[in-house]
């Protein structure tokens, strides 16, 4: 399977997630461009920023990309 999840137009490797928010951004700021979207933050302090689809998407890619590494995860040499 894939290990990369599509969000907000970007390809993203799952092994690159830290976590996932759980509810929606709100700030109450009047430009804000992100309200009613989820963070994604990613290692090196970056974020994306996901639908609720694409973070329903990202979640149970996750899910399945755990549960499915098993053996691959043994020796990358690079
Ligand atoms: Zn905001």
Do not use: N
């Amino acid at each position: 399977m894939t290990i990369f999840c599509t969000v907000d137009d970007k390809s993203i490797p799952l092994y690159r997630v830290m976590w996932v928010a759980s509810t929606p951004h709100f700030c109450g700021a009047e430009d804000c461009e992100r309200e009613g979207q989820y963070e994604i933050r990613l290692e090196q302090g970056e974020s994306v920023w996901a639908k609720t689809q694409e973070r329903d998407d990202m979640l149970h890619a996750l899910e399945s990309w755990q549960g499915g590494l098993g053996s691959q995860e043994e020796e990358w040499d690079h």
